[in-house]
């Protein structure tokens, strides 16, 4: 069953949903991330032995054969890659509406849960298209939840990416590029996670 199902096809309305219903459906689907995170890396590690062994051969035949395992491990990748944004979609949705559902109830208007058929049919397709990434989803379904205000940019910060989280995509985009070495680029992503945590300290 899709989450868009689960979650949204229900008899009681979104404003009724239990934030530890919510919330356990969050853990379930960041396991299965994980899952996939790991499957990934498996994948682009065999690719690495495969592409290895065909560079040490010089049998023709054998490398036919490591090169057609090598293009059923690339489909394999991006049918595992498409799942992982399919997953990270979903985890951003009951992460918003968990989040919506914690303020209300804390007393701070942030985002609505009274979503129209129309709201909840374009928030399914949005996730089942693999052409939307996470980013462009994000917007779509912040808009939706009419999570853009000012006054809300921290609370959003709590569930997209943090400004240590950013700067850690900026490294590795860095490190692709030859720009900085690897141990360099570990100290500084470690000491942007520190700075971050030590900020969150202060305010707490």
Excluded: P
Excluded at 10 to 33: A, V, Y
Excluded at 108 to 118: E, H, I, M, S, V
Excluded at 135 to 145: A, S, T
């Amino acid at each position: 069953m899709a989450l868009i199902d689960k979650i949204f096809g229900r008899k009681k309305t979104l404003s009724e949903l239990d934030r530890q219903e919510l919330r356990k459906e969050e853990i379930l689907i960041g396991k299965q991330r994980d899952r996939l995170f790991r499957r990934i890396e498996e994948i682009t590690t065999a690719k690495q032995k495969i592409f290895q062994q065909g560079a040490a051969q010089k049998s023709v035949e054998l490398r036919k054969a490591l090169a057609q395992d090598f293009e059923l491990k690339s489909q394999e990748q991006l049918l595992a890659a498409r799942e992982l944004n399919l997953r990270s979609k979903e985890l951003l949705t009951v992460s918003r509406l968990r989040m919506i559902k914690e303020n209300q109830q804390g007393g701070r208007a942030l985002g609505r849960l009274n979503l129209t058929d129309k709201d909840v049919a374009r928030i399914s397709q949005w996730i089942e298209d693999d052409t939307v990434g996470q980013d462009l989803y994000q917007q779509r379904l912040d808009g939706i939840l009419e999570m853009g205000a000012e006054s809300d940019k921290d609370a959003l910060a709590n569930v997209g990416l943090t400004q240590a989280g950013q700067e850690l995509m900026n490294i590795w985009n860095d490190m692709d590029k030859g720009a900085i070495k690897e141990e360099q680029a570990f100290n500084d992503a470690d000491q942007a996670v520190r700075r971050r945590n030590a900020a969150m300290d202060k305010e707490n």
